[in-house]
């Protein structure tokens, strides 16, 4: 195997990341029509969705697609695991989701800042 083939993957999670950072931005934005403001930023290993106490934080090796989420809200936190793989599916510990979907469900946990579980572990 020489060293373009063992950074392809890499280089294919990096653009799966960027995608989920756009995603993020997207469905934040949508959300923030109902009258919550929504900070989201984002680097090549890591992403922040601020609203008002929430605050949504992803973490991402883009050599290993290793990755973490934690949701920090007053009085509560939550956090898990999750692999990105090539084709743009986030392995949760409970299963797969696809990238659109995982971006809904955190931005859903952070529009309703409840107690409800996340169901993304």
């Keep these: 195997m020489n060293d ?14 960027e995608s989920l950072i756009s995603m993020l931005r997207v469905y934040a934005h949508a959300a923030g029509i109902n009258g919550k403001e929504y900070e989201v930023t984002g680097s090549p290993e890591g992403a922040e969705v601020k609203c008002q106490d929430s605050l949504l934080s992803l973490h991402f090796d883009p050599n290993t697609g290793e990755a973490g989420w934690r949701i920090t809200q007053p009085e509560r936190e939550e956090w898990g695991v999750f692999h990105m793989e090539e084709d743009g599916t986030l392995k949760f510990p409970a299963g797969a989701k696809p990238l659109d979907t995982a971006a809904i469900d955190w931005i859903e946990q952070l529009v309703h800042c409840s107690s409800r579980p996340l169901g993304i572990s």
């Excluded at 373009?4 to 990341?17: K, N, Q, T």
Aim: hydrophobic share 45%; net charge neutral.
């Design 4 to 17: 373009a083939e063992i950074g392809y993957p890499a280089e294919v999670r990096r653009h799966v990341w």
